[in-house]
């Protein structure tokens, strides 16, 4: 009998809208309160200071305000874009996104231009339907689905702008949620399979890697983390290994090492 088909994963849309908003609310203060010294910070993203990762944080929230500002009649006639998809391709478009974000920083102070497009996005998030196609890099998106990519976005830069400037930001719990759950789902796309069970709770458990299926009892291999601790791995933030020696993660079981599917996002 051939293995069952997994279901896409289905997300609230009003509770991923308010989470989107929320963590917006948050990035906003903490950007609103950054000194001149700590703009000048260096980052964990190459040569990016501080200034330049909350621009890069601001051109986020703009990109999603343009989408929705553009009327349906101008929508390009491109391809839907799965969330999964969208995930494992972000990485070919690093390039432009540096010379988006560095050319944006210089535009303004980024405290201007993040508390401009966060006002915006205030306006336009609660109106759009669900299923508004939002036009994007690599194609386009519905809202719905937009929005859980926004949580990913979010939340890994909030965790950038918090190791780099050691400032306290709230992570919206359904923003983390919802970041944690696609990030693991995108790894089961990866490495599909049911031999390894992979658990990130209280938020997502998936299975993936090729081998014996597991049907009942405790599996074979494990993966344990917590949220914060596979975002990290999932975007290349922090190593196998060294979330193994940290003790940040269990693994248990000959195919419970993930390090060659690491990380799932660039």
């Known amino acids: ?28 203060k903490a950007i609103d309160a950054l000194t001149p010294e700590q703009l000048d910070l260096p980052t964990r993203l190459g040569d990016w200071t501080v200034r330049e990762l909350a ?15 553009q009327s349906a009649s101008q929508s390009p006639l491109v391809p839907e874009v799965a969330m999964a998809d969208w995930a494992l391709r972000t990485g070919t478009a690093a390039g432009r996104v540096d010379e988006d974000t560095r050319e944006l920083a210089v535009e303004a102070e980024p405290a201007e231009l993040f508390a401009r497009a966060a006002a915006r996005a ?20 519905r809202l719905d689905e937009f929005l859980v990519t926004r949580t990913v976005e979010l939340i890994v830069h909030t965790d950038d702008l918090a190791d780099a ?4 930001i709230p992570y919206d719990r359904q923003a983390l949620a919802a970041c944690t759950r696609l990030l693991a789902d995108v790894l089961a796309v990866k490495a599909p399979g049911a031999s390894t069970e992979v658990r990130v709770p209280p938020f997502a458990v998936v299975q993936c890697v090729e081998g014996p299926r597991h049907t009942r009892g405790t599996p074979p291999n494990v993966v344990e983390t917590d949220p914060l601790t596979w975002v990290r791995l999932a975007t290349g933030r922090m190593e196998w290994s060294r979330a193994l020696d940290a003790a940040k993660v269990s693994a248990s079981g000959e195919r419970a090492d993930l390090s060659a599917l690491l990380p799932v996002v660039s």
Not at 1 to 22: F, G, I, N
Not at 165 to 168: E, K, L, Q, R, S
């Open 1 to 28: 009998m051939p293995p069952a088909k997994k279901r896409t994963r289905r997300y609230d849309p009003a509770k991923t809208r308010a989470a989107v908003l929320a963590q917006i609310e948050h990035v906003g």
């Open 165 to 168: 400037t050691g400032v306290d």
């Open 55 to 69: 621009a890069h944080l601001a051109l986020g929230v703009r990109s999603l305000v343009r989408g929705l500002e």
């Open 122 to 141: 205030r306006e336009l998030v609660p109106l759009a339907p669900d299923d508004r196609l939002v036009p994007m890099r690599f194609g386009a998106m």
